[in-house]
């Protein structure tokens, strides 16, 4: 479903100069699976998702979403994505049945279909009971799974999470994690970004970890233990990350690469509180 080669993003940044936000990396994604994009803040994994969803271009490489490029037939690749995250508009004086039909006529769908999508998608969020609530006056939870509802309304096989429990309580969090692994049961093919090591773990199948715009490794948990022979999911974590800083500080001759002591305090630890 979704395919990742060498895909490459620079920006130009009057601090930095060109920047090398995401660095050659390839992946792919199969239906009916959850693929996590673990790392740090300013490891690339919004910049990756992005592109995917075509709302930045890539520098290089090449990204198909359901077969569609996301250059070449952008908007194709639209029509089979879904984006979540965790700041989008809620429009106050709309409920939580408008703003999800708004998004549907925006993507070109008929009444008809529409309304049939729109009580297939309440039932299965289970968003009945809140049909006609304001934006105003819904929870987070409930503006959570709006904007779930708003990214498929058009049925999209292929959906996009970024760091979506960001600012989210406990209970939202854990409800949000169960909704995604409906999704999976339902064949959808998902990809799910954080920076926190507990919820790849519970939620996906299998794990990129990246860092520095690259993916330095990627498998199954129990791939990644194995080939690390290292049981601890977070020491493994920071043990890759630290291993990149090194070999970065090999191949930087003059030492201008500054050193950087990882630690778990700089990526807020999971905690295990979610799912
Ligand atoms: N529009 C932009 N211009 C310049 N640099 C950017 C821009 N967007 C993101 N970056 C930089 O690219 C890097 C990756 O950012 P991002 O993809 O947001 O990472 P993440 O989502 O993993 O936190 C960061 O260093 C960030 O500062
Ligand atoms: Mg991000």
């Not at 799910?192 to 970890?209: N, P, Q, W, Y």
């Not at 948990?221 to 290292?230: G, I, N, P, T, Y």
């Amino acid at each position: 479903m979704i395919h990742v080669q060498h895909l490459t993003k620079t920006y130009e940044d009057l601090q930095r100069g060109r920047f090398v936000a995401v660095d050659h990396i390839s992946f792919s994604v199969q239906k009916g699976e959850i693929f996590g994009l673990l790392g740090p803040n300013g490891a690339g994994k919004t910049t990756v998702l992005r592109m995917l969803s075509t709302v930045l271009e890539p520098t290089s490489g090449i990204a198909t979403v359901a077969g569609y490029d996301v250059v070449r037939d952008a908007a194709d690749v639209r029509r089979h994505i879904g984006f979540v995250s965790n700041n989008t508009a809620i429009y106050d004086r709309m409920t939580a049945w408008e703003l999800v039909e708004y998004f549907g006529r925006l993507h070109g769908m008929q009444r008809d279909y529409l309304n049939e999508r729109l009580e297939t998608l309440f039932d299965q969020l289970r968003m009945n009971d809140y049909r006609d609530v304001p934006g105003a006056k819904m929870s987070t939870g409930m503006k959570q799974k709006v904007s779930i509802a708003r990214a498929m309304v058009h049925d999209p096989p292929v959906l996009v999470f970024d760091e979506a429990t960001l600012g989210l309580d406990v209970l939202v969090a854990r409800n949000l994690l169960a909704v995604i692994r409906s999704l999976r049961e339902a064949g959808k093919c998902l990809i799910f970004s954080t920076h926190i090591m507990s919820e790849v773990e519970r939620l996906c199948d299998r794990i990129a970890v990246m860092y520095r715009g690259k993916i330095l490794d990627s498998g199954t948990l129990s791939e990644l233990r194995d080939r690390h022979e290292e049981n601890d999911f977070e020491e493994l974590f920071f043990g890759l990350l630290n291993q990149h800083e090194q070999r970065i500080q090999q191949s930087s001759t003059a030492g201008h690469s500054k050193h950087v002591d990882l630690d778990v305090a700089d990526f807020g630890k999971g905690n295990g509180q979610y799912a």
